[in-house]
């Protein structure tokens, strides 16, 4: 007999759902206003760019390259100090140039071409491993090949593209370094993996030799397909394996790109068709693309890949060759690549998520005692404490939480008490943010003062953390009624939350958080 679910709860249940995708997007924590201004000035840095590109003579191709280059001088470079992202953002067309140099001299030399895209892939997440810098590189080595197979690049059209690629990554870093540096009052604080090992141990070497071998297959699968537009199906699987530590993680980014390019080509039939590349409204949308790309990726990579599916579409249709056929073939090729970066993290040198969650869930526990200590010290009257910083890392750190445990809180998942704990662990944790942002407000105002409880009460956070990452529950403290000042009310709110996070995060012997 077959189970029937009522039309109402099913409705209901879409709604929901459909509600808390829009409350995490729009709702979402962003401290010191940095996603918008990240977006604003993404914008404002592009468009420049590619109108600096445009007024210097270049063709549309041209004005392309030079503002993907643009976007991507804008959205990697992550390093924690405002010099380490001048440097690396110098070091972009170093590496950038000779790579589309060799992408342009193999175009006609599709076996030489493909072994160089493949190790193109290999040692741009290889590169993962010296951080926030090696990250940037190797992700814009590899889009300057993408983007040469994308725009079919010759070697007859390098000089145009050197020199854009050169303008923009210019312009770019002069709206980062100079009309807009906002980071020389908050500096971002980049979040590296934590490392694991030497050799076939370390996570980036496995994710190396895995997405190296999950692009081979996305590349010869997406030749069989189409042999013009095969690329999207390598580039599907690249972008799968960024920025993900573990088995689960990489799958159900996989998952989410899929779904974000299945709504992106749903809203292109509806928007970008119908305009045929008319020049005006077509960059008007672009650059609500851009902002959309920035504005979300941090927050719900099935929106970013929402955006980053509709800039596609405008740029082809840009250049006058989109069709509803093309987004068809779009959607296969990311298919073929979400298949491709599957079938590798199953089967190649496999990265499980135990040891990759605990260790994210104990360097935002860390992160969290950081930020009480600093705010103690400024309520006291220290002059160089600041912990803005210490809560945009923290913010950081639960994202990668949340990235790490969604396997485990995905609606397939068929193991429900798992699902159950990993969400009550995220609730505490959101909890201790909250705590954290409220007690770090307090500290700001200047007419706040210092008690000589919170030092006491700083110690008892500083002792349930080391008691929850040493696994020694029986050395936590719950405090009883919360009193009336605002400083120790944020403290004991704190408290409560570690104290609950003992019973989801230490569970029996065979029975932990996260599967082997």
């Given at each position: 007999?077959?189970?029937r679910?009522?039309?109402?709860?099913?409705?209901?249940?879409?709604?929901?759902?459909?509600?808390?995708?829009?409350?995490?997007?729009?709702?979402?924590?962003?401290?010191?206003?940095?996603?918008?201004?990240?977006?604003?000035?993404?914008?404002l840095?592009?468009?420049?760019?590619?109108?600096?590109?445009?007024?210097?003579?270049?063709?549309?191709?041209?004005?392309?390259?030079?503002?993907?280059?643009?976007?991507?001088?804008?959205?990697?470079?992550t390093?924690?100090?405002?010099?380490?992202?001048?440097?690396?953002?110098?070091?972009?067309p170093?590496?950038?140039v000779?790579?589309?140099?060799?992408?342009?001299?193999?175009?006609?030399?599709?076996?030489?071409?493909?072994?160089?895209?493949?190790?193109?892939?290999?040692?741009?997440?290889?590169?993962?491993?010296?951080?926030?810098?090696?990250?940037?590189?190797g992700?814009?080595?590899?889009?300057?090949?993408?983007?040469?197979?994308?725009?079919?690049?010759?070697?007859?059209?390098?000089?145009?593209?050197?020199?854009?690629?050169?303008?923009?990554?210019?312009?770019?870093?002069?709206?980062?370094?100079?009309?807009?540096?906002?980071?020389r009052?908050l500096?971002?604080?980049?979040?590296?993996?934590?490392?694991?090992?030497?050799?076939l141990?370390?996570?980036?070497?496995?994710?190396?030799?895995?997405?190296?071998?999950?692009?081979?297959?996305?590349?010869?699968?997406?030749?069989?397909?189409?042999?013009?537009?095969?690329?999207?199906?390598?580039?599907?699987t690249?972008?799968?394996?960024?920025?993900?530590?573990?088995?689960?993680?990489?799958?159900?980014?996989?998952?989410?790109?899929?779904l974000?390019?299945?709504?992106?080509?749903?809203?292109?039939?509806?928007?970008?068709?119908?305009?045929?590349?008319?020049?005006?409204?077509?960059?008007?949308?672009?650059?609500?693309?851009?902002?959309?790309?920035?504005?979300t990726?941090?927050?719900?990579?099935?929106?970013?890949?929402l955006?980053?599916?509709?800039?596609?579409?405008?740029?082809?249709?840009?250049?006058?060759?989109?069709?509803?056929?093309?987004?068809a073939?779009?959607?296969?090729?990311t298919?073929?690549?979400?298949?491709?970066?599957?079938?590798?993290?199953?089967?190649?040198?496999?990265?499980?998520?135990?040891a990759?969650?605990?260790?994210?869930?104990?360097?935002?526990?860390?992160?969290?005692?950081?930020?009480?200590?600093?705010?103690?010290?400024?309520?006291?009257?220290?002059?160089?404490?600041?912990?803005?910083?210490?809560?945009?890392?923290?913010?950081?750190l639960?994202?990668r939480?949340?990235?790490?445990?969604?396997?485990?809180?995905?609606p397939?998942?068929?193991?429900?008490?798992?699902?159950?704990?990993?969400?009550?662990?995220?609730?505490?944790?959101?909890?201790?943010?909250?705590?954290?942002?409220?007690?770090?407000?307090?500290a700001?105002?200047?007419?706040?003062?210092?008690?000589?409880?919170?030092?006491?009460?700083?110690w008892?956070?500083?002792?349930?953390?080391?008691?929850?990452?040493?696994?020694?529950?029986?050395?936590?403290?719950?405090?009883?009624?919360?009193?009336?000042?605002?400083?120790?009310?944020?403290?004991?709110?704190?408290?409560?939350?570690?104290?609950?996070?003992?019973?989801?995060?230490?569970?029996?012997?065979?029975?932990?958080?996260?599967?082997?």
């Amino acid at each position: 007999m077959a189970l029937r679910i009522p039309r109402r709860l099913f409705c209901a249940g879409v709604f929901q759902g459909r509600t808390a995708v829009l409350k995490r997007v729009f709702v979402a924590p962003d401290p010191g206003r940095a996603r918008l201004r990240f977006a604003t000035r993404a914008v404002l840095g592009i468009g420049p760019a590619v109108m600096v590109c445009l007024l210097a003579g270049q063709s549309l191709v041209g004005a392309v390259t030079g503002g993907l280059a643009a976007l991507l001088a804008l959205f990697t470079v992550t390093d924690p100090t405002v010099r380490g992202q001048a440097v690396t953002t110098a070091l972009l067309p170093v590496v950038g140039v000779p790579v589309l140099a060799a992408a342009a001299e193999l175009h006609d030399h599709p076996v030489a071409r493909d072994l160089t895209f493949l190790a193109v892939v290999g040692v741009g997440v290889y590169a993962r491993r010296w951080g926030p810098r090696g990250h940037s590189l190797g992700v814009f080595a590899f889009m300057t090949f993408f983007v040469a197979q994308f725009l079919h690049a010759t070697p007859d059209r390098l000089p145009e593209l050197y020199a854009a690629v050169l303008l923009s990554v210019l312009v770019a870093a002069a709206v980062r370094f100079g009309a807009w540096c906002y980071e020389r009052r908050l500096p971002p604080a980049a979040v590296p993996a934590p490392p694991t090992g030497t050799g076939l141990a370390r996570v980036t070497t496995r994710q190396a030799v895995a997405a190296t071998a999950g692009a081979g297959f996305a590349l010869v699968a997406g030749q069989l397909v189409s042999g013009q537009r095969w690329y999207w199906a390598v580039g599907a699987t690249w972008w799968i394996f960024v920025n993900t530590a573990s088995r689960g993680e990489t799958l159900v980014r996989g998952f989410r790109r899929v779904l974000g390019t299945v709504i992106g080509i749903g809203l292109g039939f509806l928007v970008t068709v119908p305009l045929h590349g008319a020049p005006v409204p077509t960059a008007v949308l672009v650059a609500v693309a851009v902002f959309g790309i920035f504005y979300t990726a941090a927050v719900s990579y099935t929106w970013m890949m929402l955006w980053v599916t509709l800039l596609a579409e405008l740029l082809y249709g840009l250049l006058g060759v989109l069709s509803p056929g093309l987004l068809a073939l779009r959607l296969a090729e990311t298919g073929v690549g979400a298949l491709g970066a599957a079938l590798a993290v199953l089967f190649v040198l496999p990265v499980t998520t135990h040891a990759t969650t605990d260790a994210w869930i104990q360097r935002a526990l860390r992160c969290v005692h950081a930020c009480t200590a600093e705010a103690a010290a400024r309520l006291a009257g220290s002059a160089t404490a600041d912990p803005a910083p210490r809560v945009a890392e923290l913010e950081q750190l639960l994202g990668r939480v949340r990235l790490s445990v969604a396997p485990l809180v995905h609606p397939l998942n068929p193991m429900p008490a798992r699902k159950a704990r990993a969400r009550r662990v995220v609730a505490l944790l959101d909890d201790c943010a909250r705590e954290v942002r409220g007690l770090v407000a307090v500290a700001a105002d200047p007419e706040a003062s210092h008690d000589a409880r919170l030092a006491a009460a700083c110690w008892r956070v500083e002792a349930a953390v080391e008691a929850l990452t040493a696994g020694r529950t029986d050395a936590l403290h719950r405090p009883t009624e919360p009193p009336a000042e605002p400083a120790l009310a944020h403290l004991h709110g704190l408290e409560r939350a570690l104290a609950d996070l003992a019973e989801p995060l230490h569970t029996p012997k065979g029975s932990r958080l996260v599967g082997a």
